[in-house]
């Protein structure tokens, strides 16, 4: 592509130079990527004897992508946390068993979930010698219900700074 700059003097040139490149760069495609964290869900259980470890419902599509327990008092025993996903207003339900080596893991999951879903998480067959167990998963919520804004460009790029996605 040749392009002839119009003008008499450099001056002119130039500045007819920056009107051709600010109209090319409007043209040129500009990726903007959005990062949606993901979201904690946790609870503590001081006696799982008596009671679950934690009881939670999802109000939206999404996947669990980790799940994190910790044994405050463990035992002899080598006690499991199993975690059962129903689905509302069934009575069937899915169970996903996790053995704990240790105090405590942290495990990668990909475990999709429907609004609505319940989990419960339990220990399985716990004795007294168990107690203070804390749990977290992170959760994603899907696609089809994060809140969307539509911005232009520039808008983002005020808001932004300097950010440059290549650093």
Known sequence: MKVELKGDTPEKKFKHLERILQRMSRRL???VIGL?????VFGFCADPM?????RVIFPADGIITKVAVFFGKR??????IEIKLEQMGSTGHEAYAIPIPKKGIVADVDYTVRAGTRVQATVVNPTEEVGDVWIGFLYE????DLAKSKIAIEQFEQLTGDFDAGD
């Open 29 to 31: 495609q500009k990726t």
């Open 36 to 40: 949606v964290p993901s979201s904690p």
């Open 50 to 54: 008596s009671d679950a470890v934690m």
């Open 75 to 80: 035992g002899k025993d080598n006690p499991e």
């Open 141 to 144: 919520v899907g696609m089809q």
